[in-house]
Nanobody, 126 residues
Framework: QVQLVESGGGLVQAGDSLRLSCAAS????????MAWFRQAPGKEREFVAG????????NYADFVKGRFTISRDNAKSTVYLQMNSLKPEDTAVYYC???????????????????WGQGTQVTVAS
């Protein structure tokens, strides 16, 4: 089992950058596929980016390609989301998620992830 804690959210202006971090505690972080999801008010939680346990496979949602970068440091048990060129529509609570037993694949569905952080708010002002 793993516990996930996100940090790095905040209020920024359109065009600014933020880096989110998700620190994991527990064992075998390097066995977990990790992902970022987000949820805006009144909307369903949606996949943003995911990275396989050894970083071989990385997937992005179309709406963040070229702007966001996911990475992980298994030695620090941490996954990151670098967000550049932020837009007001990126405003949401961002959640870190993880699961074992996904091999080298990166799933994009909420129900494929068993472990979740509490979320961090990102607000982008126009």
């Amino acid at each position: 089992q793993v516990q996930l804690v996100e940090s790095g959210g905040g209020l920024v202006q359109a065009g600014d950058s933020l880096r989110l971090s998700c620190a994991a505690s527990g064992r075998a972080f390097d066995s977990y596929t990790m992902a970022w999801f987000r949820q805006a008010p009144g909307k369903e939680r949606e996949f943003v980016a995911g990275i396989s346990r050894s970083s071989i496979t990385i997937n992005y949602a179309d709406f963040v390609k070229g702007r966001f970068t996911i990475s992980r440091d298994n030695a620090k048990s941490t996954v990151y989301l670098q967000m550049n060129s932020l837009k007001p529509e990126d405003t949401a609570v961002y959640y870190c998620a993880g699961n074992m037993n996904l091999g080298s694949s990166v799933r994009v569905v909420v129900y494929d992830y068993a472990y979740w952080g509490q979320g961090t708010q990102v607000t982008v002002a126009s």
